[in-house]
């Protein structure tokens, strides 16, 4: 079929496929993913950031990108160039009106993903990382069926149970479709008062290594709590050494 | 179709339907749900509360009612009866394995979700809470459709940017779907260190206060961000006093 010819002819520019994953929402998925994929870019690599959480496209808020449109070209459509060598595609880009609640049943949202990779005009990446909305639902099942070859995902959880025992089916859903675990990390870990610089367990810590462990998968550290990640990410501005250099070498 | 009439005959023995909706995920939507139900038991009131969160379904956790099953019957499904006059319904009580993914498109989950009306026993009650998952996809547009005559959706946000624009999102679906929004919780909104006593506000505050404003609907208050709210969950425990009680008025 032609749509498989053109997915095999555009993926196969890219390098590496890298998906951010968790089962649960609110734990800090698409700050990683926004954060993995600036931090790839600094040490000079070609990157792709592709949002497909596409009833709530967190990437356009945080990267400042609220209002961007995709221009159209006779071969498909342009991603968002934010700066030389970093391209940016969400759903956002598409919507009339940003308040619009995208109301779409699961077939809709495969045939949009599928055109965020047939469609869209990446042109060489080494690395394309995709940002995925909670849950093992349509949106991870179209991508992971899509690319099929993707290097593996991230999984990114918060230390409390309510969390793990959703990102522990987000992992066995990684068995499921063949996508290797790059790694488990753990947001939201502790906090140190501003005020008296003690440490405070809000969301608890520890829970996501252990998770690891037993899960038998590797453990790619832990991020504090800190309220300049919140203001960073609704101004739209980079935070800069939000996950510690050496978790950046697994990649 | 039978379907329609076995609907209909067993809605119609439910007073009042209460969906618990957010646009965003990890803002507390399943911890409301669970504590609003409670609040209302505990007033003498006949409760039903629906987890219609088909991949991470957090009810039973939080209540502890991890390992418990339905029973069958020749009429159809027996809701779990926590105690008397408190009934639960979650994918969770029909898993063979709780870690299991449940890896379904949107046709599948549409099905669940009516079965849960359709052949579950709810039996005369006053109330229904019905936790749904975030984004505006298949199991809200469901719900929505399922129950149109439903009182409405109390909806649950944090305070900062990048939840109010999936909550926003959220309170239009509401408006497309005829379904009044009761009202807007704000949760999460400033902490009390323990240590020092001092006010920080580490996902912001009054964002929701202002949004619900903006988009002209009740606001129900603000909850704080309080670590024996995350205890509690894990633990299956209850936590009283989440909500003031001039909130519960509004119900
Ligand atoms: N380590 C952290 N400390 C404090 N806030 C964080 C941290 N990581 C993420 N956040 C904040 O939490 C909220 C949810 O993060 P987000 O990346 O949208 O999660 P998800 O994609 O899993 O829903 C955002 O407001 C973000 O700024
Ligand atoms: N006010 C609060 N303070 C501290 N933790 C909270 C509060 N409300 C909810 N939580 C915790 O936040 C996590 C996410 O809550 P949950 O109800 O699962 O959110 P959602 O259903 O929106 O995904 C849980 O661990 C819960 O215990
Ligand atoms: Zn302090």
Redesign the interface.
Known sequence: EQDQRTLQRRTSQIKHQIAVLS?????GK?TVAANLALVLHETGKRVGLLDID???P?IP??LGMQGYAVQRTANGILPVELFDGFKVMSIAFLLEN??????????M??NVIKQFLTDVEWGQLDYLIIDS??????EP?TIAQLLKDADGAVVVTTA????I??V???I??CH??NWPVLGVLENMSG?L????N?K?????TGGGKKMAEEMNVPFLGSIP?D?NI??A??DGKFFKNLVKPQTYKAF
Do not use: E, M
């Open positions: 089962g649960k929402g609110g734990v698409s596409i009833h709530g967190s808020q945080l940003r308040d619009d609640a995208v109301i779409w049943r699961g077939p949202k495969y909305p909670p849950g093992t639902g349509d099942l409390q149970q309510i969390a025992n959703d522990k089916k987000c066995n859903f499921r479709v906090f008062c501003p005020h008296c003690q405070v367990d809000i969301f608890k709590i309220p919140v203001i990410g609704d």
